[in-house]
């Protein structure tokens, strides 16, 4: 009998999936959850993360398992079907498959600036109920890291985990490693969870007959999926060759950004090289070309889709030609797509001919 | 029983508390995913004071397991911990190990083989390891990693053999579960005084330890051996006896899970035996009596115990996490067989490849491998879950983005020997000209956001024109840039284990030279690109200088970040002194990394090679001519050296858009000197103390995250040695550049 669990699969598991990318902290958003169920609600837990090399930008997911007390948990394998899935990146939703496995009674927590209505269209989240919140806004106002916003935010859609045990966790935890950091990061605890509190919890897909996002399993189980964005393998060639020299071209690494991005000024450049010497993303595409009658080498603006928003251009940069502006403020002037569509089918491939 | 205490702590953390309280005297390590959490939570209780065992950081696994052979035969408690292709890199030293009776405990957290490569879990590591004479213990759960810590030593000192402590990479050693652990007091007193063996350390009594044999003397020692591993099979049942006295949890070399009854039988070593037992409860929901064991000690292997428990079924399905190829089935599964043989049962083994390169394994999987096997027509060996064959295959993306070494010879810099001053010209070399250059490494890689290593690989790329064949060591630069079933390569590439890059490229250039030779090539100008960073001139510093003294044609090229960034972070023997880290942490007793940076430079000028030169992205103009420098050496004289300071945000912690200017902070304090040894002739290429530019070593060290500590006062000491340090080398460097002789 579940005592402190409102919801549990077949298997007695009440399961949390966050969603996000390296540099955020979800992992440690998972462990303060896990711990949080051991040490202040009475119940059993595990958490684990996907794992991959130590990288800052590319997809994390952190898993949380929670049973009663009494009960084992046996299961290894990663969260499919979540109670609670929390986004920490909204860019994730166009190029990753965060939301697979939502059952309709899910709550979804998604860091975003839009209202849950036009998120839930937008990322065509056909189930489950949504919350949202500019996480990355309120951590600024609360001078606070966007997981503990966002740790804020699932406490509150469990409806049972305790924001005071999460407090006294933090307190403990966090506050003896970085004392200097610790109000600001349980405000921000606390900001988050009011955000989600306050809301009724959006119900995604009310019109439509799909009640499951369901998918084909990595093991062809015909089962739910954590599927990866696959393109393509090359089985004519053994021990695992790639002929498809350079094809990384095809990677969009917009979703790598946190907030920032250089935008171009072409009537100040000067053309001078130097945000190409300093780019680690090649985003770069300097090309000769006849100016007022003479050839000259010149900056067409930086290829957007693999800028990660580093801004080691703008440091650099001597004219003021290229300057920190936030990347949702850029999408909106449409200062980016401008120079995205100019390099669009030339540059990088045409290149190779 | 004893009284415990609850954390929520994964394997990893696991098995650094057991050694914690263990206290061991000495650990030698090298990092590598997944176990390298082991030593950095036992560095963090020596920074914080909590723990004084000895941790060596080695330059590679082999000298670790030296470190450790060393110790053990000085008689003194030792504790090691490795995983894939640290543990082969040992092996060699592990029958050495058990064949001369050494006790110690090693914890492998089982990780993938390398070739392709791959860091995630399976079990092709471990399985090397059985003939090594070890006593193997596998945990399927993280309690059970403390648990087995404890009784491996036990077991160890009782029968005189090292044990080593198995789980499953990341599914066991990264997973947090709540956990019981003892109070310190308790594990001493059940580990107890250590007992004494012979060792080399004992003056009184002089001994020779590891004879050169001959026939007969090998035969008895091995015998002796073998019966120690029977003695070791008796004495496990006692300990799991004791143990469950003081814990409250009991351990069987055969763990079962409703088995009674059970006609069908999985068979799972780790993690995916605790996922199997829910299949099993499923699967008995529908009425088929069907259990799950697991075997928690792979040597000895437990045959009579595990024939006992499965007698009575009909069909035993054995998973296996590795392969042994040709065989019919994973080592596991061999073994498995050959226990139920032994014993005369007549049922059907299903043997089934699964989850590896840490490919998941859902309570799904479980039921349908068994649906699978118990199929009439089922094969009686097979891999489960290999992707779908007939998905097409991606053609048109087959070198749709390759380079044509034509559009790369645009005559954008060049250069001419000067045969009377011994030195390489260059013209041309233009930062803003070599922007046209198109780029061999294409853009969309999955570096950090201002990560330097792409940015080192550009600069360097501009200086070099025409053919480029690269060799890239395991590191960072390798795992962002050919992640299957993509590649950044836009040029010929060959990736190999980070021991062995400058002997492989090596092979690489003698086949061309041979094909030439014979005709079977025309001849063809190719600059030879090998890439490592810090990391891999550590543990790859023998094959570096081997192929140095033997002068190929090959610039070998070093992103320098200061440590090992690929996989949290570790020190290098190239990280600052003074800097903090995951395994040099700064604590109350502890100030960061304990030794100076090593003079990789000097070292390889000494090796006599014709050109030594070190870039910095502060200085990108220089950069591309030393670039162009290197590969007209490296095509005509012999093997060029390039060593670039190669920022790391995340680790370095400072924010990337700074990047270039704590680079710059290094060149001008002194700490990274930019400078060539050409033709055995040093010459400064920037000299900050003549252009006033020089900057105290603080300038640098307060610009990131890793060295800000260092300003404070209490540290006044560790930052003026580091200031000494440098400025000596840089007073060396002058001198020898002011005197040709040197």
């Known amino acids: ?145 966007l997981n503990m916003v966002m740790l804020g935010g699932v ?98 690494l917009s979703a790598s950004r946190e907030g920032y991005v250089p935008v171009f000024h072409p009537e100040k450049c000067i053309h001078c090289g130097l945000c190409d010497s300093t780019c680690p993303d090649m985003v770069f595409r300097f090309e000769k070309k006849m100016v007022d009658g003479k050839e000259n080498i010149v900056n067409p603006g930086p290829d957007y889709r693999y800028c990660k928003g580093c801004l080691r251009c703008v440091s650099v ?31 990088h491939e045409k290149e190779a001919g | 029983m004893k009284k415990q205490r609850i954390v929520f702590a994964n394997g990893n953390e696991l098995a650094a508390i057991a050694a914690r309280q263990i206290h061991y005297h000495v650990m030698g390590y090298y990092p590598i995913t997944p176990s390298t959490q082991i030593a950095e939570n036992l560095d963090i209780f020596r920074a914080d004071g909590k723990s004084d065992i000895r941790l060596i950081a080695a330059e590679g696994e082999h000298s670790a397991a030296g470190i450790c052979y060393g110790a053990s035969a000085a008689g003194g408690r030792v504790f090691a911990a490795t995983s894939a292709n640290g543990l082969l890199y040992a092996l060699e030293q592990m029958p050495v190990q058990s064949g001369t009776r050494m006790p110690m405990v090693m914890n492998v957290a089982c990780r993938c083989v390398s070739g392709p490569l791959c860091i995630k879990g399976d079990h092709s590591d471990i399985m090397y390891l059985l003939n090594a004479g070890w006593i193997i213990l596998f945990a ?241 060996f097979g891999y489960y879950g290999v992707p779908d064959k007939t998905q097409t295959d991606d053609d048109s993306a087959i070198n749709c983005n390759k380079l044509d070494p034509k559009d790369t010879k645009l005559h954008l810099t060049s250069c001419a020997y000067d045969m009377e001053k011994r030195q390489m010209a260059v013209k041309g070399g233009g930062l803003k000209e070599t922007t046209i250059l198109p780029k061999r490494i294409a853009p969309g890689h999955g570096a950090c956001p201002g990560c330097g290593i792409p940015v080192n690989l550009n600069l360097l790329m501009r200086g070099i024109e025409g053919n480029v064949v690269f060799l890239f060591h395991t590191g960072c630069g390798m795992v962002v840039t050919t992640a299957y079933p993509k590649t950044s ?40 690109v090998m890439v490592s960073g810090d990391g891999g001139m550590d543990i790859g510093l023998g094959a570096a200088l081997g192929a140095a003294c033997r002068n190929q044609r090959m610039i070998l090229f070093e992103y320098d970040n200061g440590g090992y960034m690929n996989t949290g972070y570790q020190l290098s023997y190239s990280t600052p002194y003074g800097a903090g880290s995951a395994t040099s942490h700064v604590g109350k007793e502890q100030f960061g990394k304990s030794f100076f940076q090593r003079d990789t430079m000097q070292i390889m000028a000494a090796s006599g090679i014709p050109y030594v030169a070190s870039v910095a992205e502060s200085n990108p103009s220089d950069f591309i001519k030393k670039a162009a420098k290197a590969a007209s050496y490296a095509k005509e004289f012999g093997m060029a050296y390039v060593k670039a300071l190669s920022a790391c945000p995340l680790n370095w912690n400072d924010k990337p858009e700074n990047e270039r200017e704590v680079v710059k902070a290094a060149v001008d304090c002194c700490f990274f000197p930019l400078y060539e040894v050409e033709q055995g002739i040093t010459s400064l290429s920037y000299d900050p103390e003549k252009t006033g530019k020089k900057v105290p070593v603080e300038e640098w060290l307060g610009r990131m995250g890793r060295t800000k500590h260092l300003l404070k006062e209490q540290y006044s000491e560790v930052t003026a040695a580091l200031q000494q340090e440098i400025d000596n080398r840089f007073r060396r460097l002058k001198a020898r550049a002011e005197n040709p002789l040197l």
């Not at chain 1, 001597?318 to 949702?328: G, I």
């Not at chain 2, 060959?494 to 030279?513: D, K, P, R, Y």
């Open chain 2, 489 to 528: 390569f836009r040029v010929p590439y060959l990736h190999n284990l980070f021991q062995n890059g400058a002997a492989t490229m090596g092979g690489i250039i003698a086949v061309l030279e041979e094909k030439i030779r014979r005709g079977e090539l025309p001849k063809k100008e190719i600059t030879f």
């Open chain 1, 1 to 145: 009998m579940n005592t402190i669990l409102p919801d549990t699969d077949i298997n007695g598991y009440y399961e949390i999936r966050l969603e996000s990318i390296g540099g955020l902290g979800a992992n440690l958003a998972g462990k303060l959850l896990g711990e949080l169920g051991v040490f202040y609600m009475g119940l059993n837990a595990s958490s684990f993360s996907s794992y991959g090399s130590e990288k800052k930008g590319s997809p994390v997911r952190a898993f949380v398992r929670y049973r009663e007390q009494k009960g084992e948990i046996r299961n290894n394998a990663p969260v499919l079907k979540p109670h609670i899935l929390g986004i920490f990146h909204e860019a994730m939703a166009y190029n990753y498959p965060v939301f697979d496995g939502i059952k309709k009674n899910s709550k979804i927590v998604l860091n975003t600036a839009f209202s849950a209505g036009e998120a839930a269209q937008k990322y065509n989240i056909t189930t489950g109920q949504l919350y949202v919140m500019n996480a990355g806004a309120i951590a600024r106002k609360c001078g606070c890291r």
């Open chain 2, 140 to 380: 399927p759960r993280p309690q059970a990693v403390y648990d087995f810590n404890l009784m491996a030593l036990k077991l160890a000192e009782e029968v005189r053999l090292p044990v080593a402590v198995a789980f499953d990479g990341f599914f066991t050693s990264h997973q947090k579960r709540k956990c019981e652990v003892f109070e310190d007091e308790t594990v001493t007193a059940y580990v107890g005084e250590k007992p004494e063996w012979e060792n080399v350390l004992d003056l009184e009594n002089p001994l020779t330890i590891g004879s050169y044999m001959g026939e007969k003397d090998i035969l008895e020692n091995k015998y002796e051996l073998s019966e120690a591993m029977k003695l070791a099979d008796r004495r496990m049942s006692e300990i799991f006896r004791n143990y469950e006295e003081l814990s409250g949890r009991i351990y069987h070399k055969v763990e079962n899970y409703r088995t009674e009854d059970a006609k069908f039988i999985f068979v799972l070593l780790g993690s995916a035996y605790e996922t199997a037992k829910e299949a099993v409860d499923e699967v008995r929901e529908k009425g088929i009596p069907t259990g799950a064991v697991t075997v928690c000690s792979l040597r000895p292997f437990p045959y009579k115990e595990l024939a006992q428990l499965c007698r009575n079924a009909q069909m035993l399905v054995v998973g296996d996490r590795q392969d042994s190829y040709g065989a019919g089935g994973g080592s596991f599964s061999l073994e498995v067989r050959a226990a139920m043989q032994r014993f005369g049962w007549r049922g059907k083994i299903m043997s089934r490849v699964y989850g590896l390169g840490g490919t998941d394994f859902f309570r799904e999987d479980a039921i349908n491998m068994f649906k699978e096997c118990i199929d009439k027509d089922a094969e009686d």
């Open chain 1, 155 to 252: 406490i509150a859609a469990s409806g049972f985990l305790s924001l005071d045990g999460m407090k006294s966790l933090c307190r403990e935890n966090l506050g003896k490693k970085y004392p200097e950091a610790i109000l600001g990061n349980l405000k921000g605890i606390e900001q988050g969870y009011e955000m989600v509190r306050t809301q009724e919890g959006y119900v995604c897909g009310k019109d439509s007959t799909n009640v499951e996002n369901l998918a084909q399993s990595p093991a062809g189980c015909g089962l739910v999926s954590m599927k990866e964005p696959w393109s393509g393998r090359f089985s004519g060639y053994l021990g695992g060759v790639n002929p498809a020299a350079g094809n990384s071209m095809e990677n969009d």
């Open chain 1, 317 to 347: 940069c001597p004219v003021a030609a290229l300057t920190r502006e936030e990347e949702e403020k850029a999408l909106k002037e449409g200062w980016l797509k401008k120079w995205e569509n100019q390099n669009k089918g030339k540059g």
